[in-house]
């Protein structure tokens, strides 16, 4: 019979109820008393894409096809903590590549943005790394990969109070040598 692992024991519970007293609150209240294991919970599933590495979630579902035109999935809803402030961002993602003989099941590009959102992030650089990560693994002709997203740490602490998003992109290969096929991809992405 396996060993049962010995069961680790969780250590952001304390950490969140002593958090909770520094900040004028009675850990100890009706409605708090579970509070610090609901934040743990909360945080581990919002942080477990460190858990998971971006080649295993295509691997395994890359195809040989010898379509090459634009392949899009857009609108991709995202949610993302920032690295600074540990407070939501989130919005969509539009995600375009251009296939030299591979192509990836579409369920998975959803699956590979929410890998990088489920960590601490700042929305250039999961742009960034959503596209090489697609870039590394099918080596396409070109990727193309538009945020658009709401910041909460900006919002609620009144640094801007119009609730603008950010926009950002990160473009490879033929989306950003040429014009063409850029203009494609964002006239796509842009069309309601
Ligand atoms: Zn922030």
């Given at each position: 019979m396996a060993k049962p692992r010995p069961q680790e024991r969780d250590r952001i519970p304390p950490l969140v109820e002593s958090l909770l007293a520094e900040l004028g609150e009675d850990p100890r209240r009706e409605g708090l008393r579970s509070t610090p294991t609901r934040v743990s919970r909360a945080l581990r599933e919002l942080t477990d894409g460190y858990g998971t590495a971006p080649e295993?979630?295509?691997?395994?579902?890359?195809?040989?096809?010898?379509?090459?035109?634009?392949?899009?999935?857009?609108?991709?809803?995202?949610?993302?903590?920032?690295?600074?402030?540990?407070?939501?961002?989130?919005?969509?993602c539009h995600v375009g590549y251009l296939p030299k003989g591979k192509v990836v099941g579409l369920s998975k590009i959803p699956r590979l943005?929410?890998?990088?959102?489920?960590?601490?992030?700042?929305?250039?650089?999961?742009?960034r790394e959503i596209a090489e990560a697609l870039n590394e693994s099918l080596v396409p002709r070109g990727v193309g990969v538009v945020v658009e997203a709401r910041h909460l740490c900006m919002e609620m602490r009144g640094v801007q109070k119009t609730g603008g998003q950010l926009i950002t992109s990160c473009m490879l290969g033929t989306f950003r040598r040429d014009a063409r096929t850029r203009a494609e991809f964002l006239d796509l992405v842009r069309r309601p």
């Open positions: 295993d979630v295509i691997a395994g579902a890359v195809f040989e096809q010898d379509y090459d035109e634009l392949v899009l999935v857009k609108d991709i809803p995202f949610y993302s903590l920032c690295e600074h402030h540990i407070l939501p961002f989130f919005g969509t943005v929410e890998v990088f959102a489920h960590r601490l992030q700042l929305q250039e650089r999961m742009t």
